[in-house]
């Protein structure tokens, strides 16, 4: 079990991310440090876009990970095993029916019940020739919310998918615990295994999906995602595209 002395929580913040990084910066951080906001109010996600959330109706936390043992070109296995970790967490609550959607959304019957977003921070130049030392791994979990922004496409919370009210705190110290202990196997090199396991909660793994790139939107089958965290698909070519360069049309 980890300390969970390691945990700071604030009563709001602009963004966990952003005060977990200042801790590197600083000089203040440690490993296995978990940063809990019981509200967030410009909270970072993929593709910069922000995400809020107000106190008591989700998780808003931000892991640091001592990432010196790792290679730069292993940026996409933490990725692949925190998204793991928080797919087990919120399956034990859905009954098995959540699924990892490229790169490192949650999804619940199509629709998107936790997002999660990695900075890294290195010791010079960019981070295919610095050293990786810290990363950050922000995580954003709908647990207690039954309204949502309008402007939110697609949003499902753990009160809507179960029916019952959940302890915010609670549940962020039984992800965090998941999480830490995937990134234990990382260190210990199980990457063969938490690659099969992603692959095997990839969603909509060998169905039609509707892309959009730039402004056009077409149909492809989603075959894989390879360990630099390209997806993979299959329409009258086979297509390779990198985090950003496509958007889903759900």
């Not at 402004?215 to 390209?230: C, D, L, M, P, Y």
Request: proline share 2%; aromatic share 10%; charged share 20%.
């Amino acid at each position: 079990m980890h300390d969970t002395g390691f945990f700071k929580i604030l009563d709001s913040v602009d963004s966990t991310n952003n005060y977990a990084m200042a801790n590197v910066r600083q000089g203040m951080a440690n490993h296995g440090m978990a940063v809990i906001a019981k509200a967030q109010t410009a909270g970072k996600g993929q593709r910069g876009k922000t995400w809020k959330s107000t106190e008591g109706q989700s998780i808003a936390m931000s892991l640091i990970l001592k990432t010196d043992m790792l290679r730069t070109d292993q940026q996409f296995y933490l990725s692949m095993c925190m998204a793991l970790a928080a797919n087990d967490f919120l399956n034990k609550y859905t009954g098995g029916q959540t699924a990892i959607k490229w790169p490192n959304d949650l999804y619940w019957c199509d629709r998107k019940a936790a997002g999660m977003l990695i900075e890294n921070a290195v010791s010079s130049g960019q981070l295919q020739t610095g050293n990786w030392q810290w990363a950050v791994v922000g995580i954003g979990v709908n647990v207690n919310q039954t309204d949502f922004d309008p402007s939110l496409p697609n949003p499902v919370s753990l009160k809507q998918i179960t029916g019952k009210e959940y302890d915010i705190i609670a549940l962020a110290l039984e992800l965090y615990h998941l999480m830490m202990n995937n990134f234990d196997k990382l260190l210990e090199k199980n990457y063969r295994e938490l690659y099969a396991a992603y692959l095997q909660q990839l969603y909509k793994k060998n169905e039609k999906v509707r892309l959009k790139k730039e402004n056009a939107v077409f149909e492809t089958v989603i075959k894989s995602v390879n360990t630099q965290g390209q997806l993979i698909t299959q329409d009258a070519i086979e297509r390779v595209f990198n985090v950003g360069e496509i958007e889903w049309v759900l």
